[in-house]
């Protein structure tokens, strides 16, 4: 999912616990409802995390964070979960779906070129220290500057139109 081109949502209704939880961790953004829990239980069985929970959660929520998680193996509720930016959105109960569709009708009306791009940049240059973070960044934008989406976007912008980009 991290490797798709297109933005990958998680609309997160009721229990996401430990696989369910790493699966959403591999979407790139995370709707949750009010009501919803979100724990990783390995430690109360004796494993450790094996589907990337020990590697994407402290990279979303921070380290301590994710010790604390990872640690009490407890559920925590929507609410915090969202304080610690572990989802991105807090919808009503039962809204979760419905606020990631929203998102969606937004993104889709982006570039595709420029959302996997940027989609690129963040996830490989997490990876990287930040010196070679900026010169990837530096390549990709000098990549795109020569699509017939940035110059659509551009035209558009000027002509006061919605662009109608192309992914080219």
Same mark, same amino acid.
Do not use: W
């Given at each position: @999912? ?11 209704? &009721?229990?996401?616990?430990?696989? &369910? ?8 953004? *995370?709707? +949750? ?10 430690? *109360? ?13 402290? /990279?979303?929520? $921070?380290?301590?964070? %994710? ?9 925590? =509720? ?13 919808? =009503?109960?039962? $809204? ?19 959302? %996997?791009?940027?989609? /690129?940049?963040?996830? /490989? $240059? @997490?990876? @990287? #220290? ?22 659509? +976007?551009?035209?558009? !912008?000027?002509?006061?139109? #919605? %662009?109608? !980009?192309?992914? /080219?």
């Amino acid at each position: @999912m991290e490797t798709l081109g297109k933005p990958v949502l998680a609309a997160i209704e &009721g229990f996401c616990m430990t696989g &369910g939880l790493e699966l959403a961790l591999a979407c790139d953004i *995370r709707v +949750g409802a009010k009501g919803s829990t979100y724990a990783i239980t390995s430690s *109360r069985i004796g494993t450790v995390a094996g589907a990337g929970g020990t590697q994407r959660l402290p /990279r979303i929520v $921070g380290v301590a964070n %994710a010790l604390e998680i990872l640690f009490a193996a407890e559920p925590i =509720p929507a609410e915090e979960a969202h304080r610690i930016g572990l989802i991105n959105r807090l919808a =009503p109960k039962g $809204g979760a779906l419905a606020e990631a569709k929203h998102m969606v009708q937004v993104y889709e009306k982006r570039a595709p070129l420029s959302l %996997a791009f940027v989609k /690129r940049a963040v996830h /490989r $240059g @997490m990876q @990287m #220290d930040l010196a070679s973070g900026l010169e990837f960044e530096t390549f990709l934008v000098s990549a795109i500057y020569s699509t017939e989406d940035k110059q659509e +976007g551009i035209s558009a !912008f000027l002509e006061k139109r #919605d %662009a109608k !980009f192309k992914g /080219r």
